[in-house]
C-alpha cells in the first residue's frame, strides 16, 4: 500500500516537474497565466467572433494588413495571438506558410476547426506565446499581431518583442495593432469613460465587462511607451497610426541585426 502511495507522489512529482520545466526559468513571466481577460475559456472562444464582427469587418481588415506586409506566395508570416485565427485564415492565400501562435488552447482549437473548413492548409498552429515561441526553420519573411501584445507588463513586451525580431529576417515587416493610449493622462477618468461606453455600443454588456476588465488588470500602455518598446527590440516604425485614443496600429521593419551590429561595433571599440 505504502509502495504504491509512493509510486503515486513520484509519478505527481515527475508530472510537475516536466510542467515546470516546459514553462522555463522560474523567473520568467509566465504568459500561460491569463492576467485579465480570460481566453483560455471554450464558450468564449466560440462566442468571439460573434462578438467580435459585431464591430470588425475579418476580410477588410485582413486585406490591409496583407496590403502593408506586401502578399508574396513564397513568404512565411507568424500570426502571435492569433486568436481564432482571424489574420492566419484570412491570409492564408496570400502567402507560402503562416505559422499562427497562441497562449490560449481554447481559442487554438476554434481557430484549427473554422481552418481545417476554410481548407487553409497552410497554417501551422503552435501553442506558445512571445515569451515561449520558438521558430524553427528559416527566419520568417514578416509578422503580424493583432490586440495581442497588451498581456504583457512592459518590460515582458519588450523581451517579446525582441524575441520576434530576432525570429524574422532583417528588413522584415512587423504590424503590431493594439490597444494603445494616447489621451493626456489628466484626462484619464474622462478617457476611461469613453472607452468602456465604446466597447459596450460594439458589443453590449460583454464589451462593458471586458473593457472594464481591460483597463484595470492588463497592461495596455502609452503610445510613447510603445515607440520606445518597439524602436529598442530592434523594429524601425515607418507608420504609427493613432485611430484614435486608444488604438494604435505600427509597420515596422526589422533593424535588429542592424541593432545588435551598431552595439557590436561599440563593443569593439571600448575593447580597443
Ligand atoms: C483580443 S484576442 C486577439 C486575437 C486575434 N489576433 C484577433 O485579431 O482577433 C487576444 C489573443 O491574444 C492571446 N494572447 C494573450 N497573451 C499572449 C501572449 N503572451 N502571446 C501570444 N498570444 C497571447 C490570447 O490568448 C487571445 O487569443
Not at 132 to 139: I, K, R, V
Request: proline fraction near 4%.
Amino acid at each position: 500500500m505504502i509502495g504504491v502511495r509512493e509510486m503515486d507522489i513520484d509519478f505527481y512529482q515527475h508530472c510537475a516537474q516536466a510542467a515546470e520545466a516546459a514553462r522555463g526559468p522560474a523567473w520568467r513571466y509566465d504568459e500561460m497565466k491569463p492576467c485579465g481577460f480570460h481566453y483560455n475559456n471554450f464558450l468564449l472562444a466560440r462566442v468571439y467572433d460573434t462578438h467580435h464582427q459585431m464591430f470588425r469587418d475579418y476580410q477588410q481588415e485582413t486585406e490591409q494588413i496583407v496590403g502593408l506586409l506586401g502578399r508574396d506566395p513564397f513568404a512565411t508570416v507568424i500570426d502571435m495571438g492569433c486568436g481564432t485565427g482571424v489574420f492566419a485564415i484570412h491570409a492564408a492565400p496570400c502567402y507560402h506558410r503562416i505559422h499562427a501562435v497562441d497562449v490560449s488552447q481554447a481559442m487554438l482549437n476554434r481557430a484549427r476547426r473554422k481552418a481545417r473548413k476554410a481548407g487553409a492548409s497552410n497554417v501551422e498552429f503552435h501553442h506558445a506565446g512571445f515569451l515561449t515561441y520558438e521558430h524553427e526553420g528559416p527566419p520568417a519573411d514578416a509578422a503580424v499581431s493583432v490586440a495581442a501584445l497588451h498581456p504583457l507588463p512592459d518590460f515582458w513586451k519588450l523581451v517579446g518583442l525582441h524575441r520576434l525580431a530576432s525570429m524574422l529576417k532583417p528588413n522584415a515587416r512587423f504590424y503590431l495593432f493594439d490597444v494603445v493610449f494616447s489621451f493626456d493622462v489628466a484626462q484619464y477618468e474622462s478617457a476611461a469613460g469613453q472607452f468602456v461606453q465604446r466597447m459596450s455600443v460594439h458589443m453590449g454588456p460583454n464589451g462593458q465587462a471586458e473593457s472594464e476588465t481591460h483597463l484595470r488588470s492588463e497592461y495596455s500602455t502609452c503610445n510613447w511607451i510603445m515607440e520606445g518598446l518597439l524602436e529598442r527590440a530592434g523594429f524601425q516604425i515607418e507608420e504609427a497610426d493613432y485611430k484614435d485614443d486608444f488604438l494604435a496600429g505600427y509597420v515596422c521593419t526589422n533593424k535588429s541585426d542592424a541593432v545588435r551590429a551598431k552595439s557590436l561595433t561599440v563593443a569593439d571599440q571600448q575593447l580597443r
